[in-house]
C-alpha cells in the first residue's frame, strides 16, 4: 500500500452553496489501458482534476492515463475495493467527488448538465446516485441498468465498507445526508458482454467473498455474490445452491431476498422442464414482492408458455400499471413499457384487438418516448386500415425525423392493406431508403413487390429483414412465394418438332429463358 498516502484525520469542510465547486473525478484501474481512455476523453471537458489510482497494471493503463491528462497514484492491491476506494479519495482535492469505473463514459449532454449541476445545485448536505446502464447483450430485450451513489461531496468520514460491492451506506447513515437521484446516465461498455472479461471478474469476485466470509461469516449478499458468479462461469448447481442459502439467510422484505429470487429464476434454463419450476418460484417470490415489476412480467412470460394467455395479460397488466421497480439491483429500465408491450400483443393474440389499442395508447401516454410502444400502436392501426389513427401514432414520435419516416411507412401499409399495390410500393420503398427498418414496413413492401410480380426486389427485402430478425415464421412463408414466382419467371420455349409431311420447317428459334418483369 502507498505509504504516502494522506489521512482524512482533519474534518473537510463543507460546500457552501455560495461557492465555486471543483469537481474530482475518480477512477480505480487495472491492465484496463484501451476502456480507460474513452472514460477520462468523457469527463475531460468538465472535471477539475481526474485521478487514476493503479492497482497494479502489467500493461499500459499508466501511460494511457498520463497522455489523457489524468493524475495517476499507483497503489498496493489489497483484495479490497473499499480500501481503494479511500486509499484515491484521499488523493483527491476537489469539493465533489464523481466515481467512474474504467470503460464507463457519459453523454457530452449529461456532462455538460452534471457541470452545471455541481456548480450551481447540488447540496452539500446531500450524495446523489446515478443509473449505470449495461447496453443489451444479444438476445436480451433491452439495456439492464442499476442505480448507485456515484456523486458526494469530500467530507471526512464519508468513507466506503466492504470488500466486494463497496458501499457509502454506512457512512451516509452516520453523517445523516440525504440520497438524492439524478436523471443522468453512465454507460458502460459491450466490453462488459465479453466472456473472457465477465469470467475474470467472476473467479476475482469469488477470492474476495471466501476472504469477506473468513473474515465476517455468511451473509445473504455474500451467497447472492457468489451465486451470481458461478451462474456466469456456468455452474448452474453451485449458482442455485449459494441462491437458496442467500434466501435463507435474507431479511424478508429486504433487497438481498429479491436478488436471490431473481437469481434463482436466471439460474433455471428456462427449458419445458424448468417452466413450471419457474412459474412457482415467481410466485412464491410474488408472495414478498407483489408488485415487483420483473417479477411480474417473468411471470406472465412463464403463463404464456404455459399457454395461459389471460392469466399472463393480467400480469404483465398489473406489472404496467401498478409495477414497482428496486433500482439498487440490475434491472431492465424500459421494464414498465415491456410489460405493456407483452400485455398488448398477448390480447390480440387473443382477438381483442380494441383493448391492446386502448391499452397501447394508454401507455404511449405514459411513456411517450417508447419506439417499441409508439411501433406496436402503429401496426396495430395498419392492421386494420385506420391510416388516421397510424398517422397520430406516428406524428407523436419524438424524433421528428424517425416519425416522418414512420409516417411515409404508415401511408404505405394502409394502401397495401386496400391492395393499391404500386404507390404502396413506393411509399415503403421511400421510407425504407429513409432508413425505417420496421417490421411492418419491411412485411408490407416485401407483399407489395410480390402482388406487382417484382420477386427479385421481395428477395432483397427479405434479406434486410433477415440481417436484423432471422426467423419470424412470415419471411419462410414469403420467401416460398418469392420462390414460386421465379419459377414461374424461367420459361424455357422449346423448339418445334419436324413436320410429319417431310416440308421444310420454319426457321427454329433457339430456347430463351424469359425473366418478366412487371
Not at 501511460?63 to 479519495?89: D, P
Not at 446516465?185 to 465479453?194: A, F, G, K, L, N
Request: hydrophobic fraction near 45%.
Amino acid at each position: 500500500m502507498d505509504s504516502n498516502l494522506p489521512t482524512q484525520s482533519n474534518p473537510t469542510p463543507r460546500v457552501s452553496l455560495g461557492e465555486a465547486s471543483r469537481l474530482s473525478v475518480a477512477i480505480l484501474a487495472r491492465n484496463c489501458a484501451a476502456p480507460l481512455a474513452a472514460t477520462i476523453e468523457s469527463v475531460q471537458c468538465i472535471a477539475d482534476e481526474i485521478v487514476v489510482l493503479d492497482t497494479g497494471s502489467t500493461d499500459n493503463t499508466v501511460t494511457i492515463a498520463v497522455e489523457c491528462g489524468a493524475l495517476v497514484h499507483r497503489y498496493a492491491w489489497e483484495e479490497n475495493f473499499a480500501a481503494a476506494r479511500n486509499a484515491c479519495l484521499a488523493k483527491l482535492s476537489g469539493d465533489w467527488v464523481l466515481w467512474l469505473d474504467a470503460g464507463e463514459t457519459i453523454t457530452a449532454g449529461d456532462a455538460a448538465e452534471l457541470s452545471e449541476f455541481v456548480t450551481a445545485g447540488a447540496d452539500p448536505e446531500h450524495v446523489y446516485q446515478l443509473a449505470i446502464q449495461v447496453p443489451a447483450a444479444p438476445g436480451q430485450l433491452g439495456a439492464e441498468q442499476i442505480v448507485a451513489v456515484r456523486l458526494h461531496p469530500r467530507l471526512a468520514g464519508l468513507e466506503f465498507t466492504g470488500r466486494l460491492r463497496e458501499r457509502l451506506d454506512d457512512a451516509i447513515a452516520r453523517l445523516d445526508l440525504q440520497v438524492d437521484r439524478l436523471p443522468l446516465v453512465i454507460h458502460r461498455s459491450e466490453r462488459d458482454h465479453e466472456p473472457a472479461v465477465k469470467a475474470a471478474k467472476a473467479q476475482r469476485n469469488i477470492r474476495l467473498v471466501d476472504l469477506a466470509l473468513a473474515e465476517q461469516g455468511p451473509t445473504s449478499e455474500l451467497h447472492n455474490l457468489l451465486g451470481e458468479a458461478f451462474q456466469i462461469l456456468g455452474d448452474s448447481t453451485r449458482s442455485s445452491q449459494h441462491y437458496h442459502r442467500a434466501l435463507s439467510l435474507a431479511m424478508p422484505g429486504s433487497r438481498d431476498q429479491l436478488e436471490a429470487y431473481y437469481g434463482l429464476l436466471t439460474s433455471l434454463d428456462g427449458s419445458a422442464a424448468d417452466r413450471a419450476d419457474q412459474l412457482s418460484l415467481a410466485m412464491l417470490a410474488l408472495e414478498h414482492f407483489p408488485l415487483d415489476t420483473q417479477l411480474l412480467v417473468a411471470l406472465g412470460g412463464y403463463l404464456q408458455s404455459l399457454e395461459q394467455p389471460e392469466l399472463a395479460v393480467r400480469s404483465f397488466d398489473v406489472a404496467f400499471r401498478h409495477g414497482q421497480v428496486e433500482g439498487q439491483i440490475w434491472h431492465l429500465p424500459e421494464i414498465r413499457e415491456i410489460a405493456a408491450s407483452c400485455a398488448a400483443a398477448t390480447l390480440v393474440q387473443l382477438g381483442r384487438d380494441d383493448e391492446a389499442c386502448s391499452l397501447l395508447e394508454a401507455a404511449v401516454r405514459i411513456c411517450p418516448q417508447s419506439h417499441r410502444l409508439v411501433i406496436q400502436l402503429v401496426e396495430l392501426h395498419v392492421r386494420h386500415g385506420r391510416r388516421d389513427e397510424a398517422l397520430e401514432a406516428a406524428a407523436g414520435f419524438p424524433a421528428v425525423a424517425v416519425g416522418e419516416r414512420l409516417a411515409t411507412a404508415a401511408r404505405g401499409a394502409c394502401l397495401a392493406k386496400i391492395e393499391q399495390w404500386p404507390a404502396a410500393a413506393d411509399l415503403l420503398q421511400a421510407a425504407l431508403l429513409d432508413g425505417c427498418r420496421e417490421r411492418f414496413c419491411l412485411e408490407w413492401l416485401t407483399k407489395s413487390w410480390l402482388a406487382l410480380r417484382r420477386p427479385l426486389e421481395a428477395r432483397g427485402v427479405l434479406q434486410i429483414w433477415r440481417s436484423f430478425d432471422p426467423a419470424p415464421p412470415e419471411i419462410a412463408r414469403l420467401d416460398a412465394e418469392i420462390d414460386k414466382q421465379l419459377a414461374e419467371q424461367a420459361v424455357r420455349v422449346d423448339p418445334p418438332s419436324p413436320p410429319a409431311s417431310g416440308k421444310p420447317a420454319a426457321a427454329a428459334r433457339p430456347p430463351v429463358s424469359i425473366a418478366r418483369r412487371q
